[in-house]
Protein backbone atom coordinates (compact mmCIF):
# COMPACT_ATOMS: atom_id res chain seq x y z
CA UNK A 1 0.00 0.00 0.00
CA UNK A 2 2.88 2.54 0.17
CA UNK A 3 4.82 1.85 -2.43
CA UNK A 4 1.51 2.37 -4.69
CA UNK A 5 0.82 5.65 -2.44
CA UNK A 6 4.24 7.13 -3.78
CA UNK A 7 3.62 6.15 -7.11
CA UNK A 8 0.45 8.24 -7.09
CA UNK A 9 1.75 11.38 -5.07
CA UNK A 10 4.10 10.77 -8.53
CA UNK A 11 1.26 11.93 -10.28
CA UNK A 12 0.12 15.69 -10.80
CA UNK A 13 -4.03 15.60 -9.51
CA UNK A 14 -5.03 15.95 -13.09
CA UNK A 15 -3.23 13.12 -13.87
CA UNK A 16 -5.31 10.63 -11.55
CA UNK A 17 -7.91 8.43 -13.13
CA UNK A 18 -11.28 10.34 -13.84
CA UNK A 19 -14.30 8.77 -12.86
CA UNK A 20 -16.00 6.54 -14.75
CA UNK A 21 -19.54 5.30 -14.59
CA UNK A 22 -20.94 2.77 -13.95
CA UNK A 23 -17.63 0.92 -13.51
CA UNK A 24 -17.08 3.28 -10.57
CA UNK A 25 -20.56 2.66 -9.08
CA UNK A 26 -19.03 -0.84 -8.00
CA UNK A 27 -16.54 -2.24 -4.96
CA UNK A 28 -12.57 -1.17 -5.70
CA UNK A 29 -11.32 -4.17 -3.35
CA UNK A 30 -7.43 -2.97 -4.32
CA UNK A 31 -7.89 0.18 -2.22
CA UNK A 32 -6.89 0.90 1.16
CA UNK A 33 -10.43 1.27 2.62
CA UNK A 34 -13.95 2.02 0.79
CA UNK A 35 -17.45 3.14 1.84
CA UNK A 36 -20.73 3.30 0.48
CA UNK A 37 -22.40 5.86 3.16
CA UNK A 38 -26.50 6.22 3.00
CA UNK A 39 -28.30 8.97 4.74
CA UNK A 40 -31.77 10.10 4.77
CA UNK A 41 -34.51 12.31 6.66
CA UNK A 42 -37.84 10.77 5.77
CA UNK A 43 -40.52 13.89 6.66
CA UNK A 44 -40.45 14.96 10.44
CA UNK A 45 -40.72 11.55 11.48
CA UNK A 46 -37.60 9.99 11.02
CA UNK A 47 -33.39 9.97 9.78
CA UNK A 48 -31.29 6.83 9.16
CA UNK A 49 -28.09 5.98 8.63
CA UNK A 50 -26.99 3.12 6.48
CA UNK A 51 -22.90 2.66 6.04
CA UNK A 52 -21.28 0.01 4.43
CA UNK A 53 -17.18 -0.51 4.68
CA UNK A 54 -14.66 -2.76 3.29
CA UNK A 55 -11.40 -2.93 4.00
CA UNK A 56 -8.37 -5.70 2.77
CA UNK A 57 -8.37 -8.58 4.97
CA UNK A 58 -5.29 -10.53 6.37
CA UNK A 59 -5.71 -13.33 3.08
CA UNK A 60 -4.07 -12.68 0.20
CA UNK A 61 -5.97 -10.67 -2.68
CA UNK A 62 -4.93 -14.14 -4.99
CA UNK A 63 -5.95 -16.58 -1.81
CA UNK A 64 -7.68 -19.82 -3.53
CA UNK A 65 -10.14 -20.34 -1.25
CA UNK A 66 -13.20 -18.17 -1.10
CA UNK A 67 -13.75 -18.20 2.07
CA UNK A 68 -10.06 -17.09 3.19
CA UNK A 69 -10.25 -13.38 5.06
CA UNK A 70 -9.41 -11.75 1.61
CA UNK A 71 -11.68 -8.81 2.66
CA UNK A 72 -13.57 -7.27 5.53
CA UNK A 73 -16.36 -5.55 6.17
CA UNK A 74 -17.98 -3.66 8.62
CA UNK A 75 -21.84 -2.01 8.38
CA UNK A 76 -23.00 0.50 10.97
CA UNK A 77 -27.25 1.06 10.83
CA UNK A 78 -28.49 4.15 13.01
CA UNK A 79 -32.21 5.23 12.83
CA UNK A 80 -33.41 8.97 15.02
CA UNK A 81 -36.74 9.45 15.72
CA UNK A 82 -37.30 13.17 15.70
CA UNK A 83 -40.51 12.72 17.54
CA UNK A 84 -38.86 11.25 20.68
CA UNK A 85 -35.41 12.94 20.35
CA UNK A 86 -33.78 9.29 20.51
CA UNK A 87 -31.47 7.51 18.46
CA UNK A 88 -31.65 3.64 17.96
CA UNK A 89 -28.23 1.94 16.09
CA UNK A 90 -26.30 -1.43 15.40
CA UNK A 91 -23.17 -2.89 13.87
CA UNK A 92 -21.37 -5.67 12.06
CA UNK A 93 -18.66 -7.06 11.22
CA UNK A 94 -18.13 -10.04 9.22
CA UNK A 95 -15.22 -11.50 6.91
CA UNK A 96 -16.34 -11.35 2.79
CA UNK A 97 -18.23 -14.41 1.91
CA UNK A 98 -19.76 -14.79 -1.09
CA UNK A 99 -23.58 -14.03 -0.81
CA UNK A 100 -23.37 -13.53 2.74
CA UNK A 101 -21.18 -10.17 3.40
CA UNK A 102 -19.63 -9.50 -0.49
CA UNK A 103 -19.39 -6.31 -2.74
CA UNK A 104 -19.52 -6.39 -6.50
CA UNK A 105 -17.17 -4.98 -8.89
CA UNK A 106 -18.64 -2.91 -11.87
CA UNK A 107 -21.60 -1.45 -10.31
CA UNK A 108 -22.93 -0.93 -6.31
CA UNK A 109 -24.54 -3.85 -5.01
CA UNK A 110 -23.46 -4.28 -1.28
CA UNK A 111 -24.40 -7.40 0.91
CA UNK A 112 -23.91 -7.72 4.36
CA UNK A 113 -26.38 -10.79 5.57
CA UNK A 114 -29.90 -8.66 5.09
CA UNK A 115 -28.12 -5.29 4.78
CA UNK A 116 -28.36 -4.17 1.14
CA UNK A 117 -28.11 -1.80 -0.86
CA UNK A 118 -28.10 -2.19 -5.09
CA UNK A 119 -28.29 0.38 -8.42
CA UNK A 120 -31.29 0.08 -10.07
CA UNK A 121 -32.04 1.75 -13.44
CA UNK A 122 -33.65 4.57 -12.13
CA UNK A 123 -31.83 4.41 -8.29
CA UNK A 124 -30.96 2.30 -5.40
CA UNK A 125 -33.22 -0.13 -3.43
CA UNK A 126 -31.79 -0.33 0.21
CA UNK A 127 -32.51 -2.49 3.80
CA UNK A 128 -31.61 -2.72 6.77
CA UNK A 129 -32.65 -3.60 10.30
CA UNK A 130 -31.70 -2.63 14.26
CA UNK A 131 -33.01 -3.13 17.57
CA UNK A 132 -36.98 -2.97 17.18
CA UNK A 133 -36.82 -1.82 13.20
CA UNK A 134 -36.43 -3.14 10.11
CA UNK A 135 -36.54 -0.89 6.53
CA UNK A 136 -37.05 -1.24 3.08
CA UNK A 137 -36.15 1.72 0.63
CA UNK A 138 -36.43 3.01 -2.57
CA UNK A 139 -34.48 5.60 -3.72
CA UNK A 140 -34.65 7.48 -7.41
CA UNK A 141 -32.59 10.30 -8.78
CA UNK A 142 -32.38 11.61 -12.85
CA UNK A 143 -29.49 13.82 -11.78
CA UNK A 144 -25.67 12.57 -12.07
CA UNK A 145 -23.16 12.24 -9.50
CA UNK A 146 -21.48 15.08 -7.76
CA UNK A 147 -17.58 14.40 -8.44
CA UNK A 148 -16.00 15.95 -5.89
CA UNK A 149 -12.61 17.84 -5.61
CA UNK A 150 -11.35 17.78 -8.93
CA UNK A 151 -13.23 15.63 -11.23
CA UNK A 152 -13.75 12.77 -7.99
CA UNK A 153 -10.23 13.51 -6.91
CA UNK A 154 -10.96 14.76 -3.89
CA UNK A 155 -7.95 16.40 -1.90
CA UNK A 156 -7.66 15.69 1.73
CA UNK A 157 -4.49 17.21 2.68
CA UNK A 158 -1.05 19.13 1.78
CA UNK A 159 0.54 16.18 0.50
CA UNK A 160 0.09 14.58 -3.04
CA UNK A 161 -1.02 11.04 -2.12
CA UNK A 162 -3.66 12.74 0.77
CA UNK A 163 -6.62 12.26 -1.61
CA UNK A 164 -9.47 10.10 -2.21
CA UNK A 165 -11.71 9.19 -4.98
CA UNK A 166 -15.19 10.59 -3.84
CA UNK A 167 -18.65 11.00 -5.19
CA UNK A 168 -22.41 11.83 -4.02
CA UNK A 169 -25.44 11.37 -4.70
CA UNK A 170 -27.61 14.07 -3.23
CA UNK A 171 -31.60 14.47 -3.52
CA UNK A 172 -32.58 10.96 -3.67
CA UNK A 173 -36.20 10.71 -3.70
CA UNK A 174 -37.02 8.44 -0.89
CA UNK A 175 -40.27 6.08 -0.55
CA UNK A 176 -39.36 4.04 2.62
CA UNK A 177 -41.27 1.35 4.68
CA UNK A 178 -40.74 1.23 8.29
CA UNK A 179 -41.53 -1.78 10.59
CA UNK A 180 -41.00 0.14 14.15
CA UNK A 181 -41.51 -1.79 17.39
CA UNK A 182 -44.40 -3.82 15.15
CA UNK A 183 -46.21 -0.79 13.99
CA UNK A 184 -45.40 -0.62 9.67
CA UNK A 185 -45.05 3.16 8.46
CA UNK A 186 -44.83 4.42 5.13
CA UNK A 187 -42.74 7.60 5.32
CA UNK A 188 -41.38 9.88 1.94
CA UNK A 189 -38.11 12.29 1.90
CA UNK A 190 -34.84 12.79 0.26
CA UNK A 191 -31.68 10.84 0.77
CA UNK A 192 -27.86 11.43 0.29
CA UNK A 193 -25.48 8.49 -1.15
CA UNK A 194 -21.64 9.17 -0.80
CA UNK A 195 -19.43 6.36 -2.01
CA UNK A 196 -15.58 6.89 -0.97
CA UNK A 197 -12.22 4.94 -2.12
CA UNK A 198 -8.80 5.45 -0.86
CA UNK A 199 -5.14 4.19 -0.23
CA UNK A 200 -3.97 7.15 2.11
CA UNK A 201 -7.31 9.35 3.03
CA UNK A 202 -6.01 10.97 6.61
CA UNK A 203 -2.26 11.06 7.13
CA UNK A 204 -1.74 12.18 10.65
CA UNK A 205 -5.01 13.63 10.95
CA UNK A 206 -6.80 12.31 14.67
CA UNK A 207 -10.52 13.56 13.15
CA UNK A 208 -13.13 15.33 10.45
CA UNK A 209 -16.36 17.11 10.98
CA UNK A 210 -18.36 16.62 7.46
CA UNK A 211 -21.56 17.69 6.64
CA UNK A 212 -23.99 16.42 3.59
CA UNK A 213 -27.28 19.05 2.88
CA UNK A 214 -29.94 18.47 0.59
CA UNK A 215 -31.43 22.09 0.05
CA UNK A 216 -35.12 22.98 -0.20
CA UNK A 217 -34.05 25.03 -3.54
CA UNK A 218 -33.01 21.41 -4.75
CA UNK A 219 -29.46 21.60 -4.61
CA UNK A 220 -26.90 20.32 -2.66
CA UNK A 221 -23.83 21.65 -0.01
CA UNK A 222 -20.64 19.24 1.00
CA UNK A 223 -18.52 20.83 3.71
CA UNK A 224 -15.81 19.11 5.36
CA UNK A 225 -12.63 19.89 7.26
CA UNK A 226 -9.91 17.05 8.83
CA UNK A 227 -8.18 17.85 12.19
CA UNK A 228 -5.02 17.35 13.80
CA UNK A 229 -4.41 16.24 16.91
CA UNK A 230 -4.36 19.66 18.94
CA UNK A 231 -7.28 20.17 17.27
CA UNK A 232 -6.30 22.62 14.92
CA UNK A 233 -7.76 22.29 11.35
CA UNK A 234 -5.26 20.24 9.03
CA UNK A 235 -7.09 20.35 5.47
CA UNK A 236 -11.09 21.49 4.26
CA UNK A 237 -13.26 21.15 1.17
CA UNK A 238 -16.27 20.99 -0.26
CA UNK A 239 -18.92 21.48 -3.02
CA UNK A 240 -22.08 23.36 -4.06
CA UNK A 241 -24.69 21.92 -6.49
CA UNK A 242 -27.27 25.06 -8.10
CA UNK A 243 -30.28 23.77 -9.80
CA UNK A 244 -29.25 24.57 -13.56
CA UNK A 245 -25.94 25.86 -13.24
CA UNK A 246 -22.24 23.67 -12.59
CA UNK A 247 -21.36 21.96 -9.97
CA UNK A 248 -19.03 23.68 -7.92
CA UNK A 249 -15.82 22.24 -5.75
CA UNK A 250 -13.97 24.48 -3.00
CA UNK A 251 -10.72 24.68 -2.04
CA UNK A 252 -9.16 24.78 1.64
CA UNK A 253 -9.11 28.10 1.64
CA UNK A 254 -12.88 29.39 0.83
CA UNK A 255 -14.08 26.77 3.75
CA UNK A 256 -14.41 27.85 7.18
CA UNK A 257 -16.41 25.87 9.95
CA UNK A 258 -16.52 27.02 13.43
CA UNK A 259 -18.67 25.31 16.41
CA UNK A 260 -20.42 27.63 18.69
CA UNK A 261 -22.54 25.00 20.84
CA UNK A 262 -20.96 21.61 22.53
CA UNK A 263 -22.96 18.89 23.89
CA UNK A 264 -21.69 16.28 26.46
CA UNK A 265 -22.45 12.71 25.90
CA UNK A 266 -23.53 11.31 29.35
CA UNK A 267 -22.27 7.50 27.95
CA UNK A 268 -18.90 8.43 27.27
CA UNK A 269 -18.14 12.09 28.07
CA UNK A 270 -17.00 12.81 24.80
CA UNK A 271 -18.10 16.89 23.91
CA UNK A 272 -19.66 17.26 20.68
CA UNK A 273 -19.81 20.16 18.64
CA UNK A 274 -23.66 20.36 17.60
CA UNK A 275 -24.23 23.83 16.11
CA UNK A 276 -21.87 25.15 13.81
CA UNK A 277 -21.04 28.98 12.11
CA UNK A 278 -20.26 28.25 8.41
CA UNK A 279 -18.36 30.31 5.43
CA UNK A 280 -17.74 29.15 2.25
CA UNK A 281 -18.68 30.32 -1.61
CA UNK A 282 -22.62 29.10 -0.36
CA UNK A 283 -22.79 31.71 2.23
CA UNK A 284 -22.40 32.41 5.65
CA UNK A 285 -24.78 29.79 7.39
CA UNK A 286 -25.31 27.82 10.75
CA UNK A 287 -25.49 24.28 11.27
CA UNK A 288 -27.66 22.91 14.02
CA UNK A 289 -28.11 19.45 14.99
CA UNK A 290 -31.96 17.88 15.04
CA UNK A 291 -31.23 16.96 18.80
CA UNK A 292 -27.97 16.44 20.31
CA UNK A 293 -28.19 12.74 21.44
CA UNK A 294 -27.06 10.93 18.09
CA UNK A 295 -23.62 9.36 19.18
CA UNK A 296 -22.82 6.14 17.58
CA UNK A 297 -20.75 3.75 20.16
CA UNK A 298 -19.47 1.38 17.14
CA UNK A 299 -16.37 0.20 19.30
CA UNK A 300 -17.50 -3.95 18.71
CA UNK A 301 -16.99 -2.94 14.90
CA UNK A 302 -14.40 0.19 14.21
CA UNK A 303 -13.52 0.69 17.61
CA UNK A 304 -15.00 3.91 17.51
CA UNK A 305 -16.82 6.37 18.99
CA UNK A 306 -18.42 9.16 16.62
CA UNK A 307 -21.23 11.24 16.22
CA UNK A 308 -23.89 10.90 13.49
CA UNK A 309 -27.21 12.76 13.00
CA UNK A 310 -29.80 14.68 11.29
CA UNK A 311 -29.03 18.68 11.38
CA UNK A 312 -30.86 21.55 10.02
CA UNK A 313 -29.15 23.93 7.71
CA UNK A 314 -30.23 27.79 8.81
CA UNK A 315 -29.48 31.10 6.74
CA UNK A 316 -28.77 34.16 8.40
CA UNK A 317 -31.90 35.06 9.47
CA UNK A 318 -32.02 31.75 10.88
CA UNK A 319 -34.78 30.68 8.31
CA UNK A 320 -34.27 26.73 7.66
CA UNK A 321 -33.12 26.17 3.92
CA UNK A 322 -31.75 22.76 3.89
CA UNK A 323 -32.02 19.21 5.79
CA UNK A 324 -29.14 16.57 5.97
CA UNK A 325 -26.82 15.01 8.27
CA UNK A 326 -23.40 15.74 10.41
CA UNK A 327 -20.86 13.56 10.73
CA UNK A 328 -17.86 14.40 13.87
CA UNK A 329 -15.58 11.83 14.70
CA UNK A 330 -11.92 12.35 16.59
CA UNK A 331 -13.39 13.43 19.55
CA UNK A 332 -13.34 10.35 21.92
CA UNK A 333 -10.71 7.42 21.91
CA UNK A 334 -8.73 6.44 19.14
CA UNK A 335 -8.46 8.38 15.72
CA UNK A 336 -10.86 6.92 13.01
CA UNK A 337 -10.00 3.92 11.28
CA UNK A 338 -9.25 5.45 8.06
Not at 183 to 188: D, Q, S, T, Y
Not at 195 to 223: F, K, M, Q, R, V
Request: aromatic share 10%.
Amino acid sequence: MKRRALLLAALPLHAHAALKFPHDFGAHPQRGIEWWYLTGILGDRMGYQLTFFSLPGTAAADHPSGLAAKQLMLGHVALSDLSTRKQRHTQRLLRALPGVAQTQVGDCDVKLRDWTLKRTADGYRAAFNGPGFAMQLQLTTPEPPVQQGDAGISRKGSDADQFSHYYSRPQLATQAALTLDGRALRLAGRSWLDHEWSDNYLGNTAGWDWLGINLDDGGALTLFQLRRADGSRDWAGGSQRRPGQPDRSFGADEVDMTPIRHWTSPVTGGRWPVEWRLKSPAGELRLAAAFDAQEVDARRSSGLVYWEGVAWLLDAGGRRIGAGYLELTGYVGKPPLV
